[in-house]
């Protein structure tokens, strides 16, 4: 009797169990749909000036239109909300330092570097010095964040797994939006300083010269065929780290640098002019390379409005999500693009200071007291955490390399930011886009642009500094007495350089030098890639002949071939040669993969190049480990492919010459050096137990974006990752890709032709896992299929009215 009573509460038991684990289900699956975006209907709207609409095509992708600019701006802010606000939080948060509030103590190192520009106090004084017209749109696009936060039926579903709840949107965010992308598009110039700051320690005026050279054959600048870089001699010796181990106490790497993604910075823009269009107007792509996450970084948006003029104005492209405006597309007269500028935009200035003067140090404007602000960082699950930001005319004070320095950035400019994005909305011509562009508060950039007439440009888009020509003396730490750190304003926008209508008819940058003549010292080098990819849309560009379309332009963004590393596979094949692989299966194998396992490509299939690319980089780890250990000393994201990106070229001059000084002791000759790295190639390609064979390009390369919460949600975190899709491309070739960085769009656009226009990003419109547009249209980027850059037929329909 007992053992029935048990039997029966053990299964009453088990019932409840399961009835409360099948309710926490559909609790959290009701809590999830009501945090989707509204997709139908008609809400009201307070302050709107007419009506606007939101109209979806079957892929998400919305038409936003509007009795009026703000009305769209409205309409823009309820979308971004709907489906991307804690993408847009995270922005914010990144700029003004306050991820610790939602993710506790971890993220307090990175907090306390953002702080440090106190970018939150910056943004406050510059929403009250926008023009009114600015402000008001501002304002209306903040409303309409707020109204779209505010319609969901839930709450964002990230702010239930942190347990805070989301906080509203204010006009100080949207500018901290743009300071975000700073961090993202300028970062690296801080650790690049400072690891140039070591390296101008530890050479001599010579060994620099040569190891970090101010030019290369690669570079494809605007103005010329190619840069005449003078023959650098070789210098009789090298620095006391070369080709040495690391120290015993150094920290080891995480990964030898074949198994990164070293030195990889990547956009390509360029345009064709009319003179070589089957439409007569100008042809503009554009893929920003960034961090490939989800949701991806832009969401794309035609907006309509009327011009003014009795007719409608329509914009097509991509926007931020944290602001109202296209940032990439076509006016139906401009279509512009965006590539990172790699100018010189940071200055460490090394301040003085004197025992008699306490509390003083001295800038180039002379002595001063710095300004100690008091940042208060709030800290979940911990009590809030003060730091103190002391701050010099020039900029706030940064300790490294055993001193105190000033950290002059144009960032910290009051024009870093603002919404003149919204004069290129209804440009007419060429000419009066570039003339808007110096004056855009973006990180500066590489503007392209090219308008129905056919005309084509360039120049720079965002702030730059008048400063005396400085040569590279600028791109090391300087001290309160080196000239070459002394801004002396702003330019104005008739002083950047420009490049209009080319007589080759077309233009192309990519984050490499871009010019070779004037206007180059008024730019700098903040970091220029090596100019591989440059050059090769160049030769792109000019292999489509006398007459091209879209289509063709396009697939310059899909270009994977392995120009630049085709001299490293002969001398990877050079180095295995029959002595090498005598009684040597491994080498032996190596050697028939680089001879028939090579496409010429960074294909997927490929070990060949996977083992070519490996050996490059591998040389490198055995010519700079001693070096790359210390400067992980001196900050974690500087090494020696920070001081130059121009390294491979200065490695292959070695290898090619062979010069004995040159030659790391523990090596008999330059065959050795070199075969040991190919060894550390085979040795890392094996490690596993595989087969070298199956150690392929693709298997190296695969896609492992995901959403910030998918590595802590055991069950459900799968649903919040991409497939692990093998991407063909790599770095110093047009398509740049790597697992989480790579083309976060691609756009090719015909202003007044936007119908033949082609787009794809690597994932959808929404961020919500549970929304249809959550992954949609991915599949296009990954193969590269031509999917229509206008929105189709409206699916679904949101409508706002008074």
Do not use: C
């Amino acid at each position: 009797m007992q053992k029935n009573r048990l039997l029966v509460w053990s299964r009453r038991v088990l019932f409840i169990v399961l009835a409360l684990l099948v309710l926490a289900i559909a609790g959290a699956w009701l809590y999830l749909r009501g945090s989707l975006a509204q997709l139908d209907g008609t809400l009201k709207a307070a302050g709107l000036e007419s009506t606007a609409s939101i109209a979806r095509d079957a892929h998400g992708v919305p038409v936003i239109s509007g009795g009026s600019r703000r009305d769209v701006a409205y309409a823009t802010g309820f979308v971004h909300a709907q489906e991307r606000y804690f993408q847009m939080d995270l922005l914010r948060r990144v700029a003004a330092g306050e991820l610790s509030e939602l993710f506790g103590e971890r993220a307090l190192p990175l907090d306390k570097s953002h702080r440090l520009h106190r970018f939150r106090a910056r943004a406050e004084l510059a929403v009250k010095s926008m023009p009114a017209a600015d402000r008001a749109l501002l304002e209306r696009y903040v409303a309409g964040v707020n109204a779209g936060l505010n319609a969901l039926s839930a709450k964002p579903f990230e702010y239930a797994l942190v347990g805070m709840p989301p906080r509203a949107w204010a006009p100080a965010d949207s500018l901290l939006v743009i300071w975000a992308m700073y961090f993202d598009l300028q970062g690296s110039q801080e650790p690049r300083e400072l690891a140039r700051g070591w390296f101008k320690e530890h050479t001599t005026e010579e060994q620099r010269a040569f190891l970090a050279p101010e030019a290369s054959p690669w570079d494809a600048p605007l103005d010329a065929n190619s840069i005449a870089a003078s023959d650098i001699a070789i210098p009789a010796a090298p620095p006391a780290w070369w080709g040495k181990p690391k120290a015993a106490d150094a920290p080891a790497p995480a990964k030898v640098a074949a198994a990164e993604f070293l030195n990889t910075v990547g956009s390509n823009n360029w345009a064709v002019a009319g003179s070589r269009s089957d439409t007569g107007a100008a042809i503009v792509a554009d893929d920003m390379h960034l961090g490939i996450q989800l949701p991806n970084t832009w969401y794309r948006a035609a907006l309509q409005f009327p011009d003014g003029k009795g007719g409608q104005r329509r914009l097509v492209g991509v926007t931020l999500p944290g602001t109202p405006f296209v940032v990439v597309g076509s006016n139906g007269r401009v279509a512009w693009g965006f590539t990172n500028s790699y100018g010189d935009y940071m200055d460490f200035i090394a301040l003085d200071t004197d025992a008699s003067r306490p509390g003083q140090v001295r800038t180039q404007a002379g002595w001063e007291t710095p300004a100690e602000n008091e940042e208060t960082i709030l800290v979940k699950g911990a009590a809030p955490v003060k730091l103190i930001v002391r701050e010099t005319s020039l900029g706030p004070i940064r300790e490294a390399l055993g001193r105190s320095y000033a950290l002059h950035w144009t960032a910290h400019t009051p024009a870093a930011t603002n919404f003149n994005a919204r004069n290129l909305e209804v440009v007419e011509t060429l000419e009066q886009a570039l003339a808007i562009a110096p004056t855009l508060g973006i990180p500066a950039q590489n503007f392209v642009g090219g308008d129905d007439k056919g005309n084509i440009g360039w120049t720079i888009a965002g702030p730059l500094p008048r400063r005396a020509p400085a040569g590279v003396a600028s791109t090391y730490p300087m001290t309160a007495d080196d000239a070459a750190g002394i801004w002396q304003g702003w330019l104005a926008p008739e002083e950047y350089p420009k490049v209009i209508n080319p007589a080759d008819g077309h233009i192309a940058t990519a984050n490499s030098r871009q010019l070779a003549g004037n206007g180059a010292e008024k730019i700098g080098d903040g970091g220029f890639d090596l100019g591989a990819r440059t050059h090769q849309v160049r030769d792109d560009l000019a292999a489509l002949g006398a007459k091209t379309d879209v289509k063709k332009v396009y697939a310059i963004g899909l270009d994977d071939r392995a120009v630049f590393l085709t001299a490293w596979r002969e001398r990877a094949l050079a180095t295995l040669d029959a002595k090498a692989i005598n009684g040597n299966a491994q080498r032996t194998e190596a050697l028939a993969l680089l001879k028939n396992n090579w496409s010429g490509k960074a294909s997927v299939d490929s070990a060949g190049y996977r083992i070519t690319r490996g050996f490059m980089y591998a040389v490198y780890d055995i010519l700079y480990e001693s070096a790359n250990a210390e400067l992980a000393r001196v900050d974690s994201k500087a090494s020696m492919a920070s001081v130059s990106s121009r390294w491979p070229v200065v490695v292959a001059r070695l290898l090619d010459q062979q010069p004995a000084a040159w030659l790391p002791p523990q090596y008999a000759d330059w065959q050795a050096l070199q075969l040991a790295a190919m060894d550390r190639v085979i040795k890392d390609l094996t490690k596993d137990g595989q087969p070298l064979a199956k150690a392929t390009w693709g298997q190296r390369n695969t896609a492992a974006s995901a959403h910030p919460f998918a590595a802590v949600l055991p069950v459900v975190g799968k649903y919040l990752k991409v497939a692990p899709d093998m991407l063909p491309g790599d770095q110093h070739m047009p398509r740049v890709s790597g697992p989480t960085f790579g083309q976060s769009e691609r756009l090719t656009v015909s202003p007044g032709h936007e119908e033949q226009g082609i787009f794809n990003m690597p994932g959808g419109q929404s961020g919500h896992p549970l929304s249809p547009y959550f992954l949609d249209g991915r599949m296009d980027w990954v193969t590269g299929r031509e999917s229509p850059l206008l929105p189709g037929p409206a699916q679904h329909t949101l409508t706002f009215v008074k």
